[in-house]
T-cell receptor
Framework: QKEVEQDPGPLSVPEGAIVSLNCTYS??????FMWYRQYSRKGPELLMY????GNKEDGRFTAQVDKSSKYISLFIRDSQPSDSATYLCAMSAGDSSYKLIFGSGTRLLVRP | GAGVSQTPSNKVTEKGKYVELRCDPI?????LYWYRQSLGQGPEFLIY????????DSGLPNDRFFAVRPEGSVSTLKIQRTERGDSAVYLCASSRGQGNGELFFGEGSRLTVL
């Protein structure tokens, strides 16, 4: 079993929909939680960063971390075709915070 | 520079050959990382540099892989005796300090071993 599990999708939604992306993990030492967006043939781009539990909002994006359930989520409001990409969750432990453990990514398609 | 720069963007080589992949990090970033991404998977950690030294090379798969960062800026990932299983996208990232996950990635070097 992988340390970080993520549904690969693809997830197809109409423009304007609310998108929910999720990851589960097994390592209780994880303290830093990130969401990266990756367009085809590009490098990952950091979208959201959260330390420990709680919510964080940035524009149309909201990240949630529930450490008690070992579950993290990314919500995208008013989704746009330009949001079509692969979304990677990533996390790391406090003693090796540079060593990110990534999920396999969820491919999102927002239809015009 | 404005972002992390990686060269070459694509490299096709034959099994058994030697390959070098170069990374030029964001100016002022002291930390540099190499990750490897296989098709349909998330990136996997290879090595982390803080300045000139490799602070953690535990992700390098075997002794055919080696990386250097002699002046604390540009880094080179070296792969000897390439195998077909080495085919992947090699991603370089940099950050201020240790980064704590706030990494800035380059576009990657796509390596194909025939």
């Amino acid at each position: 079993q992988k340390e970080v599990e993520q549904d690969p999708g693809p997830l197809s939604v109409p423009e304007g929909a609310i998108v929910s992306l999720n990851c589960t993990y097994s390592n209780s030492a994880f303290q830093y939680f990130m969401w990266y967006r990756q367009y085809s043939r590009k490098g990952p781009e950091l979208l959201m960063y959260t330390y420990s539990s709680g919510n964080k909002e940035d524009g149309r994006f909201t990240a949630q971390v529930d450490k008690s359930s070992k579950y993290i989520s990314l919500f995208i409001r008013d989704s746009q075709p330009s949001d079509s990409a692969t979304y990677l969750c990533a996390m790391s432990a406090g003693d090796s915070s540079y060593k990110l453990i990534f999920g396999s990514g969820t491919r999102l398609l927002v239809r015009p | 520079g404005a972002g992390v720069s990686q060269t070459p963007s694509n490299k096709v080589t034959e099994k058994g050959k030697y390959v070098e992949l170069r990374c030029d990090p964001i100016s002022g970033h002291t930390a540099l990382y190499w990750y490897r991404q296989s098709l349909g998977q998330g990136p996997e950690f290879l090595i982390y540099f803080q300045g000139t030294g490799a602070a953690d090379d535990s992700g390098l798969p075997n002794d055919r892989f080696f990386a250097v960062r002699p002046e604390g800026s540009v880094s080179t990932l070296k792969i000897q005796r390439t195998e077909r299983g080495d085919s992947a996208v090699y991603l370089c990232a940099s950050s201020r300090g240790q980064g704590n996950g706030e990494l800035f990635f380059g576009e990657g070097s796509r390596l194909t071993v025939l």
